[in-house]
């Protein structure tokens, strides 16, 4: 089976329990090797939903790929099996939103101190938190 | 003939012999109090103070020093965010602080100013602090711009320093986002005016009261 489409953009959403699958739907079948980005939005009290974007390059295929975590959870499965490229960005997406991705090999901040306390990029995230001795 | 493309020799990952910048800020001292001067210096000094005509020798001494320290600044490069992009064209050949004697020095050993041009981050104050204190005294900052004077648009981000005199002391703020290398030149010349009334037997001159 391969992927038709001429600058075609898809979105899918899936719950969390299938995101992995839909991840290697993705590669394997619609043929998108090339990992866009990924990222999280806070909905609050609807939960946090992490939007992934995948692109076949060869045919012009982007796959938007959402999934709603729920409210309060914070577990979803890591992409890096799959794509290496996800790597860093999960990481990023753990720096910011605190998302435990399940299956990623090394799963620690990247872009904030290691003793950095909170996630910043969350709604309830207080802005002007003193964080001394700078501020 | 074929043409392969190279395979690609991945280094080993030193980023696993990366230490956190707060644990190597565990091994940094604070600076302790009074050491500007060595005891024996001022008790010296302030003896031929006191010594009848004796401060006539120490103002002279100190006009002359004055001189010297403000006719060779050194700012240390510390370029930081889009601020270092004017303060590169100050140092430029169009406006040239060097015909002021300032030479900026890629060494924090041999300079004796530190423009703090840009957003100072949370993650990068430890580093700042440790290169001004690796500069030998006496030593100067320039706060230049609005991030480094408050924090400016970045005031209310969640790792933004909320200005850098926080972190170190500053002498000149200079405002504006970016200001234009005119206002850093005028910072600086304001910077050297305070220099001149820098006392070596006493503290650091309070700040200069003119302001423009």
């Known amino acids: ?135 | 003939m074929e043409i392969k493309a190279p395979t690609p020799q991945v280094p080993p990952p030193v980023w696993t012999e990366f230490k956190d910048l707060q644990e190597w800020e565990k091994y940094h001292q604070e600076r302790p109090e009074g050491d500007k001067h060595s005891a024996l210096f001022e008790s010296v000094t302030e003896g031929i103070h006191h010594f009848p005509g004796g401060f006539l020798v120490t103002t002279v001494a100190d006009s002359f020093l004055n001189w010297a320290r403000k006719s060779s600044v050194w700012p240390v490069t510390f370029g930081l965010a889009c601020c270092a992009i004017e303060m590169m064209a100050t140092f430029a050949s169009r406006f040239d602080v060097e015909r002021l004697g300032m030479v900026p020095w890629a060494s924090p050993r041999h300079s004796d100013l530190m423009i703090v041009s840009g957003t100072v981050t949370i993650k990068m104050a430890p580093m700042l602090k440790r290169i001004f204190d690796q500069m030998p005294d006496p030593k100067w900052a320039v706060s230049m711009g609005s991030c480094a004077n408050s924090g400016g648009p970045f005031r209310h981000g969640y790792h933004v320093v909320k200005g850098v005199d926080r972190v170190i002391p500053v002498d000149v703020y200079v405002p504006g986002c970016p200001p234009p290398p005119e206002s850093l030149l005028n910072g600086l010349l304001l910077l050297q005016d305070q220099i001149t009334h820098f006392r070596t037997t006493g503290k650091r001159a309070a700040p200069a009261a003119k302001t423009d």
């Open chain 1, 1 to 135: 089976m391969s992927a038709e489409g001429d600058g075609s953009l898809l979105t899918v959403t899936v719950p969390p329990d299938r995101w992995a699958e839909l991840g290697r739907f993705a590669k394997e079948t619609l043929g998108c090797l090339y990992f866009n980005f990924l990222t999280a939005v806070d909905w609050k009290d609807q939960g946090l939903e992490v939007v992934a974007r995948v692109e076949n390059l060869d045919v012009g295929l982007a796959v938007t790929m959402k999934s709603r975590l729920g409210a309060g959870q914070s577990a979803c499965a890591s992409l890096v099996p799959l794509y290496p490229g996800a790597d860093w960005m999960e990481r990023e997406c753990f720096d910011m939103f605190g998302i435990r991705f399940e299956g990623h090999p090394d799963l620690r901040r990247i872009l904030l101190p290691q003793d950095w306390e909170g996630h910043p990029l969350l709604k309830s995230y207080a802005v002007d938190t003193a964080h001394p001795p700078y501020r």
